[in-house]
């Protein structure tokens, strides 16, 4: 079992950056296709990115890429999600997940994540 902790979220103006960390409890981990999901009250969970068990291939929803940026450090055991020129639709509740030992291409649906964190929350003023 892997469990998933974050941390970063926070409040920014639009225009502004922010960095998610999330910290993983096994080794296992190592193994694993990490993901970010995101969550706004009343709707189902939305996966942001993607990143390989060897931090080779990055996938993006397309309402991110070339703002948000997934990496990973094995070594520690981290997954981050630096996110850049954020605006007020990118304001939701942020879960790091673990999908399992390789990232499939539907690697955003919910029914492919092993492994939720608690989720961080992120706002975004205009």
């Known amino acids: 079992q892997v469990q998933l902790t974050e941390s970063g979220g926070g409040s920014v103006q639009a225009g502004g950056s922010l960095r998610l960390s999330c910290l993983a409890s096994?080794?296992?981990?190592?193994?694993?296709?990490m993901t970010w999901f995101r969550q706004v009250p009343g709707k189902g969970r939305e996966g942001v990115a993607a990143?390989?068990?060897?931090?080779?291939?990055?996938y993006y929803v397309d309402s991110v890429k070339g703002r948000f940026a997934i990496s990973r450090d094995n070594a520690k055991m981290m997954t981050y999600l630096q996110m850049n020129n954020l605006g007020p639709e990118d304001t939701a509740t942020y879960f790091c997940?673990?999908?399992?030992?390789?990232?499939?291409?539907?690697?955003?649906?919910?029914?492919?994540?092993?492994?939720w964190g608690r989720g961080t929350q992120v706002t975004v003023s205009s």
């Open positions: 096994a080794y296992s981990y190592r193994t694993n296709c």
């Open positions: 997940a673990a999908n399992g030992y390789r990232c499939f291409t539907d690697w955003y649906l919910e029914g492919r994540v092993s492994y």
């Open positions: 990143i390989t068990e060897d931090g080779a291939v990055t």
